[in-house]
């Protein structure tokens, strides 16, 4: 069985910084790609930022460019998602994922960490 934990979250200032870690542990898998969802309260969950190690690509909701940075290990399956100039509408619960075939479909998803921006 495969378990992702995230860390990181908490409460921070509009215009603050946080950044999000998920490791991997359990049965040992090799992903294609990691990334991050979110979910706010009364709301679906929705994408925030992907990486996939084919390449190293990365992809951002258009909410969160400029302003979040996904990065990670692959070998450890291990993904970070640095949040600078956080707001008030970035709060929510925030999921980490693993897929192992694409970019698009996620296998393995973890707990989720709270992250809440106070105005």
């Known amino acids: 069985q495969v378990q992702l934990v995230e860390s990181g979250g908490g409460l921070v200032q509009a215009g603050g910084s946080l950044r999000l870690s998920c490791a991997a542990s359990g049965r040992t898998f090799s992903s294609y790609a990691m990334g991050w969802f979110r979910q706010a309260p009364g709301k679906g969950r929705e994408f925030v930022a992907a990486?996939?190690?084919?390449?190293?690509?990365?992809y951002y909701a258009d909410s969160v460019k400029g302003r979040f940075t996904i990065s990670g290990d692959n070998a450890k399956n291990t993904v970070y998602l640095q949040m600078n100039s956080l707001k008030p509408e970035d709060t929510a619960v925030y999921y980490c994922?693993?897929?192992?075939?694409?970019?698009?479909?996620?296998?393995?998803w973890g707990q989720g960490t709270q992250v809440t921006v106070s105005s």
């Open positions: 990486i996939s190690w084919s390449g190293g690509s990365t």
């Open positions: 994922a693993a897929s192992i075939a694409t970019i698009l479909e996620y296998d393995y």
